[in-house]
C-alpha cells in the first residue's frame, strides 16, 4: 500500500475505473467497505451519499447519484476482482 488509509475521506465527483489498483482506491478503502455495507443493509443511496461521500443529493441530485453510483461500482469491482490486485501488490512487496 502507498498511502495510509483514511476513515472518512472526501472523495471526487467520479471513483476511478480500470484494473489497476490507483492511489485513490487506496486512500478510499474504507469509504468503498462503507458503501457496500449500506448497500447490503437496503440503505437509502441519498443518506448513503450525505454520510459516507459528503455529498447533498437535495442541491444536486443527478450529480450526486453519479458519484454515489461510481464509487459503489468500483467498490464492487474491488471486492470481486480488485483484491486479488491488492494481494499481489502485498506479495511483491514481501518478496
Known amino acids: 500500500m502507498r498511502v495510509p488509509v483514511e476513515l472518512d475521506p472526501d472523495?471526487?465527483?467520479?471513483?476511478?475505473?480500470?484494473?489497476?489498483?490507483?492511489?485513490?482506491?487506496?486512500?478510499?478503502?474504507v469509504t468503498y467497505l462503507r458503501l457496500?455495507?449500506?448497500?447490503?443493509?437496503?440503505?437509502?443511496?441519498?443518506?448513503?451519499?450525505?454520510?459516507?461521500?459528503?455529498?447533498?443529493?437535495?442541491?444536486?441530485?443527478?450529480?450526486?447519484r453519479r458519484c454515489w453510483q461510481s464509487h459503489l461500482e468500483r467498490a464492487r469491482w474491488l471486492s470481486r476482482e480488485g483484491y486479488r490486485k491488492i494481494l499481489e501488490q502485498a506479495a511483491a512487496n514481501r518478496a
Open 36 to 64: 457496500l455495507d449500506a448497500k447490503a443493509e437496503g440503505a437509502d443511496w441519498k443518506e448513503v451519499a450525505r454520510i459516507v461521500l459528503h455529498r447533498d443529493p437535495a442541491s444536486d441530485e443527478l450529480r450526486t
Open 11 to 29: 472523495v471526487d465527483d467520479i471513483a476511478p475505473t480500470g484494473d489497476e489498483i490507483t492511489t485513490y482506491d487506496e486512500r478510499h478503502y
